[in-house]
């Protein structure tokens, strides 16, 4: 089990890996509109774990992490629109695409046992 703390930073480092995909992208109107989606929903995760982790609640803590959630899943989709539309290469996204992998995996394993 991760110390508490871990998340927080984990999301912290997704988000600045995001700021800085988003920096590199190409200056065309396609790229921009797409990679403000993914600066926007990619940088939500931690902000929205951070609300979380000081919820007043048990069932606070459990809808804000769902809220994670929610944003690991449309940053998902809008990498999927960078790849699919030729304005990156899978390649390059593919270790923010892991990320995104095992951070779902993670929240969706917290929600399960902050529900149990």
């Known amino acids: ?23 590199t992208l190409p200056k065309t109107s396609e790229a921009q509109v797409l990679g403000k ?13 951070r609300e979380a982790f000081r919820g007043r609640s048990k069932a ?5 992490c769902g809220d994670c ?15 699919e539309a030729n304005i990156v290469s899978a390649g390059k996204l ?9 951070l779902t995996a993670i929240f969706v394993t917290i929600i399960k046992k902050s529900k149990n």
């Open 94 to 102: 593919a270790p923010l695409r892991q990320e995104i992998d095992e």
């Open 60 to 64: 606070e803590f459990i809808a804000k």
């Open 37 to 49: 989606q993914v600066l926007r929903s990619g940088t939500s995760i931690g902000a929205n774990y």
């Open 1 to 23: 089990m991760e110390p508490k703390g871990d998340l927080r930073e984990r999301t912290k480092s997704f988000a600045l890996r995001v700021v800085r995909m988003f920096s």
């Open 69 to 83: 959630l929610r944003e690991i899943e449309e940053t998902a989709y809008w990498l999927e629109l960078l790849v």
